[in-house]
């Protein structure tokens, strides 16, 4: 090991990263016993461990963990914070150290923050997220949808302008240190209108001449978004373009600022657990210790939803009634060839989905697409019908109802490719997103026709 | 605009970025009429694009594509390919072509395609993806599963010693320009033996001192990750620090590449893929416009377990078939209760699940969370029963109907909540990944219950 002079300049961050469940035994302990111990304990914890421990913790002692970190690092731990478990913390605060706590932040953390305030409030005091920022730029970020570019979007940026060598720049870096945003990435390259010309990395920078202009070592075609592009397409971007920062201009392509991949990263995670909530009618990150009304009040709708659809099925059974009475094994047969096309249009549905996410589908290649899934399902239909009508007959000995299993089952597996096809294209096309609403829509549509072929072709051909 | 003047240094790369679903249709018209065009077409687009546009085109016209993309951009249009059109891409150019086209790779994307030959050799053969890597270096990657930190990591990393100045870290990445990794990032600081002293970021380095020394300026005491770690540590690694490079070492401390966050954004990416896939009994990225044999025979296993547990659904209801002749309406209600469960159970897995992935549940909050998740089910469950017991009631005018369907519901909820709670946690237990196999076994169960407990009490209270 070589052994350190004491450092001329102070080194990176040194905090340490990462806790082991016996530390949070240990912060458990704390809280119970010592609670003075918690300085210690979290002072050298990085902010977004302290945010994981205050996440893990039951709701009746998060409080007193509050209360044990230092002012200038709050903000920081509130931004950490999953939504579900910062909407508690932000309302276990008080608005004065709130407002205080976010003045420590970067311009987009702090806009972020303020929003969750917002979301806490009742609709008709929307807007108080707002005075807890004390710059007029952080408020002006509330202004942009969450989900959009504008939305994702830091103020501080690196710009200079085109004449200036890279010598120059350098020293203007070394020269402001202090005023530099923490990651400065890229430099963006601005007319004194702040026009976009070009962008150069910090990358590149140190290695091309110092006597050469950026105008001459810029990107000159900088990839850009306006504020409006929804987060999903700008994921795109940083995805395809294996960038590390996208600058985001008006329609006059002045620079308004710049998102950074650490924040897509964030966003890719939080928009795949989202969507995974959503898709069960779950709030996005619920707190794992909400309150158990709580819990059970935001679930209720999804599953009201279900029982409709769940009612619907029924309502087609009842209409073959007679049918059973006369013939219990209908009863018994009849929920394998619902189950059966539920399950095959949950394949086609997430195939077409993820398709539709990616724009993969194109006027050209959709009906060839729709062929595929149409064959397939015909396919797999007639494979698992033959299967079906094989064990009727074995079990029952009645070819007439194998026969019927048979028919009934790849019917339901052509409709159950239908619609995982339909469905999810025509959800996109009336602008809602396909990945939450299409599966109540698909089971429904595969339980009633599956219901309704099978027992309706038993009654026309066994009874 | 400001005039440009001929550029001391060529620009960064200019390609064109993106393009329209007009410009897709003029490629498919040259592949008709003028494949020559595909040429200039093709010329100035991105390599990500190039793929895009080879993954939305059917099959049968891949191969014209791809004998006009230039010899030398073939490696990285292989390398942004999805896994399933990737293969197909593979299978069509000569063993040659594409040995030449990976030499020109970073060695993560050159491992990374040679892992995709070896994934389409049968097994006897394995390692061939081995011989199309000229590099020993990079065959050397292959050793390492491609879910782990070893199978992310790329071995372009730029190093200094600890006692070399800022100022002489600057001077040798300009001199050694060529050599450079296109992203360097991060400055690793390591001994001779290259173990691993502090990391300096790009970022940092241009703003201290030029006489200070890399060890007074470094982040000490770095994060890093041991190759064998898999890769959903490392993601979580790179969400919760912020940072762009992490270093990889062996188990003496020595570096042996690193990871990038441009790659961790593609994992998370494909990662969220394939998991939605797999839980419905997909390959992760199946091409669009796979054969419809190939598409069948990968989607019937999955659709075969299901049947087998709706068979074992049917046989519950098999045993209550005397009750069913004797009263219909059971079997038109018996399918509400057996939904209405599947869908609680749905959402109480979905959120195990994520607190399962995110390292949320302790032991000390375990049972807290138990507690409150069936708590929640018994809630939910109980406000479901008596809406669909005042439902048969109107109905039927049967109140002991009403009674039992309404215990029934509650039941199947309770049964709900344990299923959503139990089965992720040991799934997880056995080392399983909880996200792809709790749904087939939670609606087995939710079913089995379901039919069971409604039909079972019918049977004793109402015949």
């Known amino acids: 090991m070589i052994r350190k002079k004491a450092p001329v ?90 407002k205080g706590a976010l003045e420590e932040l970067e311009s987009d953390d702090a806009a972020d923050v303020a929003r969750s305030i917002d979301e806490m409030i009742p609709e008709h005091e929307e807007g108080e997220g707002e005075d807890y920022l004390a710059d007029y730029q952080h408020k002006r970020l509330l202004h942009y949808d969450e989900d959009t570019a504008g939305g994702l979007m830091q103020l501080e940026v690196l710009t200079a302008p ?181 399950n095959a249009t949950t394949q086609t549905q997430t195939v077409i989905i993820r398709a539709l996410a990616l724009g993969q589908i194109t006027r050209q290649n959709a009906v060839e697409l729709l062929k595929k899934e149409f064959l397939s399902g015909g396919y797999v239909g007639t494979l698992l019908a033959l299967l079906m009508a094989l064990g009727c007959w074995l079990l029952y000995g009645q070819p007439m109802l194998a026969l019927v299993i048979a028919v009934a089952t790849v019917a339901n597996h052509l409709f159950a490719a239908l619609g995982g096809y339909f469905v999810p294209m025509m959800l996109k096309r009336a602008g809602y997103d396909p990945a939450i609403s299409t599966g109540v829509l698909t089971t429904t549509i595969t339980d009633v026709g599956g219901f309704f072929v099978f027992l309706g072709l038993a009654t026309l051909l066994l009874l």
């Open 9 to 98: 300049i102070p080194a990176d961050e040194t905090t340490i990263r990462g806790f082991s469940e016996a530390f949070f035994e240990s912060v458990l302990d704390a809280i119970e016993h010592s609670p003075t111990d918690l300085d210690g304990l979290l002072g050298n914890l990085h902010e977004a461990d302290i945010a994981d421990i205050i996440e893990r913790l039951p709701r009746d002692k998060r409080q007193i963990v509050l209360g044990h970190i230092p002012f200038e690092r709050m903000g920081d731990v509130i931004a950490e914070l999953e939504e579900g478990v910062r909407e508690h913390v932000l309302q276990l605060l008080n608005p004065a150290d709130l």
């Open 162 to 342: 085109p004449t200036q060598t890279v010598g120059e720049t350098l020293e203007f870096i070394r020269k402001n240190e202090a005023e530099m945003p923490v990651k400065p990435g890229t430099i963006f390259v601005v007319t004194p209108q702040r026009k976009l010309l070009g962008t150069v990395s910090i990358s590149r920078i140190v290695r091309v001449p110092f006597e050469a202009k950026l105008q001459d070592v810029m990107r000159p075609d900088p990839l850009f978004a306006l504020p409006e592009q929804p987060h999903t397409e700008i994921v795109s971007i940083f995805e395809k373009y294996d960038i590390h920062n996208l600058a985001v201009v008006n329609k006059r392509g002045q620079l308004l600022g710049r998102i950074t991949i650490d924040d897509i990263l964030d966003v890719v995670l939080e928009d795949t657990a989202r969507q995974q909530a959503r898709a069960v009618g779950l709030n996005e990150a619920e707190d794992l210790f909400a309150p158990v009304l709580t819990t059970a009040r935001q679930r209720l709708p999804w599953l009201g939803i279900n029982l409709l659809t769940a009612v619907a099925a029924s309502a087609v059974i009842a209409l073959f009634e007679d049918s059973i009475a006369k013939l219990t094994t209908l009863a018994v047969l009849m929920p394998i060839v619902a189950s059966m096309g539920g």
